[in-house]
């Protein structure tokens, strides 16, 4: 167990809607990660917040929106989906802004996994 | 652009024998570099690290080797056992350039024949 928490574990929902992925952080994380996982794909770097604040940007689409609040829970919100986007969604933290300084580690979730039909 | 780059999706070893997973990276930034091992339905978990400053890395069965101008680094895990098949993530950060995300490979996944 990673400590990090994510909900919910599975969601399936049809093109056009929005849906919202949370995450909890491990206690004490300061930093929060959100990565895709397609078919076949390595994780893709979606965004990082730390302390509630934007800290990166990859590859998120502007369908795509997140958020850090102050108990340092994020949210990932996903709209106007389309098929594509059917993926595993994996939230990471770690203590602080350099992955995790010392071993670089990043504690990773168990996925959300949406399913666009 | 694919920065980091694992070129064999699957891999098979007798248990016993040695297991060797291959990583290319291309962004000469890149200073930090990890492997991650990754069950079905779980979240990938850390396995090892190394620094640009070094060129390996031994963590009990698992040693990692940098090959800086190559930019190429391997994973071998001696002796192989069947709870090792998982696919297994390289990922590389530049963080002394400020830089803390990790760039993921596509994965390799080994699986131990017992």
């Known amino acids: 167990d990673s400590g990090v928490t994510q909900t919910p574990k599975h969601l399936i929902t049809a093109t056009g809607q929005r849906v919202t992925l949370r995450c909890s952080p491990r206690s004490g994380d300061l930093s929060v990660y959100w990565y895709q996982q397609s078919l076949d794909q390595g994780l893709q770097f979606l965004i990082q917040y730390y302390n509630g604040e934007e800290r990166a940007k990859g590859n998120i689409l502007e369908r795509f929106s997140a958020q850090q609040f102050p108990d340092l829970h994020s949210e990932l919100n996903l709209s106007s989906l389309e098929l594509g986007d059917s993926a595993l969604y994996f939230c990471?933290?770690?203590?602080?802004?350099?992955?995790?300084?010392?071993?670089?580690?990043?504690?990773f979730g168990e996925g959300s996994r949406l399913t666009v039909l | 652009d694919q920065q980091v780059k694992q070129n064999s999706p699957s891999l098979s070893v007798q248990e016993g024998r040695i297991s060797i997973l291959n990583c290319d990276y291309t962004n000469s930034m890149f200073d930090y570099f990890l492997w991650y091992k990754k069950y079905p339905a779980e979240g990938p978990t850390f396995l090892i690290s190394i620094s640009s400053i070094k060129d390996k890395n031994e963590d009990g069965r698992f040693t990692v080797f940098l090959n800086k101008s190559a930019k190429h680094l391997s994973l071998h895990i001696v002796p192989s056992q069947p709870g090792d098949s998982a696919v297994y993530f390289c990922?590389?950060?530049?963080?002394?350039?400020?830089?803390?995300?990790?760039?993921f490979g596509t994965g390799t996944r080994l699986t131990i024949i017992p």
């Open positions: 990471a933290s770690s203590l602080g802004l350099a992955g995790g300084r010392g071993t670089g580690e990043l504690f």
């Open positions: 990922a590389a950060s530049a963080r002394n350039f400020g830089n803390e995300k990790l760039t």
